[in-house]
T-cell receptor
């Protein structure tokens, strides 16, 4: 069973708008990571947030983590057509292996 | 900067045939993983290795075997392919079990 569940499953926005996608998980975690996958390619690591962190920024990306609600959100500001991809959250429960969610497919229309 | 390299990139098999997927990493990572990706299922861990000579089962290990004879290589074998093993397979490596994963570009396998 999947540890992380992304919401929404699909998102379509116009270029320049912000995109927000959410991830919920079930057990306590060591950290939570977000990955991007362009069509037909491998996954690329975007950002890692540790369980004792609440917010993290990387360029146009902002990630929040609420361990009390077991949820995280990824915000992409001022989206571009090149941001079109699938985005996955992955959780590290304790010392265990990363577990991936099913992903959010983002389409950014020019 | 090769990173993680998977071969082959595409393969078509008939039911019952065997094959091996090769993963090579040049980052001196201890940990290596094999995932499969199916529509609507996300990535599921098949097998992983925490170092040369070690392997362990992941979430969906049945029908697959792995070997890590050299630190830089992680092989995934299918002894008797089944249509249910049609999928895209990804290899990944990391220097920390809970840290960032570096992925290969994937191997698309079709079993007829």
């Amino acid at each position: 069973s999947q540890q992380g569940e992304e919401d929404p499953q699909a998102l379509s926005i116009q270029e320049g708008e912000n995109a927000t996608m959410n991830c919920s998980y079930k057990t306590s975690i060591n950290n939570l990571q977000w990955y991007r996958q362009n069509s037909g390619r491998g996954l690329v690591h975007l950002i890692l947030i540790r369980s004792n962190e609440r917010e993290k920024h990387s360029g146009r990306l902002r990630v929040t983590l609420d361990t009390s609600k077991k949820s995280s959100s990824l915000l992409i500001t001022a989206s571009r057509a090149a941001d079109t991809a699938s985005y996955f959250c992955a959780t590290a429960p304790g010392a265990g292996k990363l577990i991936f969610g099913q992903g959010t497919t983002l389409q950014v229309k020019p | 900067n090769a990173g993680v390299t998977q071969t082959p990139k595409f393969r078509v098999l008939k039911t019952g045939q065997s094959m091996t997927l090769l993963c090579a990493q040049d980052m001196n990572h201890e940990y290596m993983y094999w995932y499969r990706q199916d529509p609507g299922m996300g990535l599921r861990l098949i097998h992983y290795s925490v170092g040369e000579g070690t392997t362990a089962k992941g979430e969906v290990p049945d029908g697959y075997n792995v070997s890590r004879l050299k630190k830089q290589n992680f092989l995934l074998g299918l002894e008797s392919a089944a249509p249910s093993q049609t999928s895209v397979y990804f290899c990944a490596s990391s220097d920390d079990m809970t840290g960032e994963l570096f992925f290969g570009e994937g191997s698309r396998l079709t079993v007829l």
